[in-house]
């Protein structure tokens, strides 16, 4: 099992950029799929991006897709979101999670969550 920690969230201007990053505890990281997931306020969390075990899949969903990458250094335990060209509408908490086998986009399939990241975007 792995336990998760986010940081890098903040209030940025929209146009703006953001890396957040997801630090895993335990020496079978490299076992695991991640997503990272959202949720604003008063809205069910959904996914923004997942990552393959070894990295060379990655997914989106098509809000983000074009502006945010996601990658990961199993060697550092640590999947990051890279965020770009920032909208108000990605003001949300950010989380990361990790389930082994395959990424999926719903977040009833993963069994392992960070506390989340705050991440605002000014207009």
């Known amino acids: 099992q792995v336990q998760l920690v986010e940081s890098g969230g903040e209030l940025v201007q929209a146009g703006g950029s953001l890396r957040l990053s997801c630090a895993a505890s335990?020496?079978?990281?490299?076992?695991?799929?991640m997503g990272w997931f959202r949720q604003a306020p008063g809205k069910g969390r959904e996914f923004a991006a997942g990552?393959?075990?070894?990295?060379?899949?990655?997914y989106y969903s098509d809000s983000v897709k074009g502006r945010f990458t996601i990658s990961r250094d199993n060697a550092k335990n640590t999947v990051y979101l890279q965020m770009n060209s920032l909208k108000p509408e990605d003001t949300a908490v950010y989380y990361c999670a990790a389930r082994k086998g395959i990424v999926f986009t719903t977040s009833l399939r993963y069994a392992t969550w960070g506390q989340g990241t705050q991440v605002t975007v000014s207009s």
């Open positions: 335990g020496r079978t990281f490299s076992n695991y799929a």
């Open positions: 990552i393959n075990w070894g990295g060379d899949s990655t």
